[in-house]
C-alpha cells in the first residue's frame, strides 16, 4: 500500500488552538489517530501517551491525538483524565482521509466506518518516517517512545 505524503496540515485543537504541522518544524511529532472519546481502548491509549509525556518531550517530540469527535468532546475527555498534549477535532474527516485511516469495521456483527488506530511520526524536518496502523492500544505509545528515542 502506498503511504500517504504528508508536508502539513491543520486543524482545531484544544485550549482553543489550531495545530499546523509545519509549526512543528526542529521538533519530532507524534500523530496518534483514535476511534472515540471516552470509550476504553482510547481512555487506554491516551493515558499511556499521559503517563509517557515527559519522556516524549525529553526526546523533543511533540504528541497530538485525533479523532472525529468534537471540541467540546475533547475538551471534557482531556480534563477528565489530564492530558497534557492537545486532542485535534477531524469532525470532516478531512485529515482522516489524507492519512488514509478510515476504515470499514465489524462491530457486534455490523459494518461501521471509522477511523483505524494508526500512528505516525514525523521528524524534525516534517518527513514522516515512520508510521503503525491497525494497532491495538496497549503498550503502544511505550512503542512509539521507543522508536522516536533513536531519532
Not at 521538533?27 to 472515540?36: A, E
Not at 491509549?45 to 472525529?68: A, K, P, W
Amino acid at each position: 500500500m502506498n503511504e500517504p505524503v504528508i508536508d502539513d496540515f491543520e486543524l482545531p485543537a484544544t485550549g482553543n488552538t489550531v495545530f499546523r504541522l509545519s509549526a512543528q518544524r526542529g521538533k519530532n511529532v507524534v500523530v496518534f489517530f483514535y476511534p472515540k472519546d471516552n470509550t476504553p481502548g482510547c481512555t487506554l491509549e491516551n493515558q499511556e501517551f499521559r503517563d509517557l509525556h515527559e519522556d516524549f518531550l525529553q526526546t523533543g517530540t511533540v504528541v497530538v491525538g485525533v479523532s472525529r469527535d468534537s471540541l467540546k468532546s475533547h475538551e471534557g475527555f482531556k480534563a477528565k483524565h489530564g492530558f497534557p498534549f492537545d486532542l485535534l477535532s477531524d469532525t470532516d474527516e478531512t485529515v482522516c482521509q489524507r492519512f488514509g485511516v478510515m476504515k470499514l469495521k465489524n462491530m457486534y456483527g455490523k459494518q461501521v466506518r471509522g477511523i483505524e488506530r494508526s500512528t505516525f511520526v514525523f521528524d524534525k524536518d516534517g518527513k514522516l518516517v515512520k508510521n503503525w496502523r491497525g494497532l491495538r492500544a496497549p503498550g503502544h505509545a511505550a512503542e512509539v517512545l521507543a522508536f522516536v528515542r533513536t531519532l
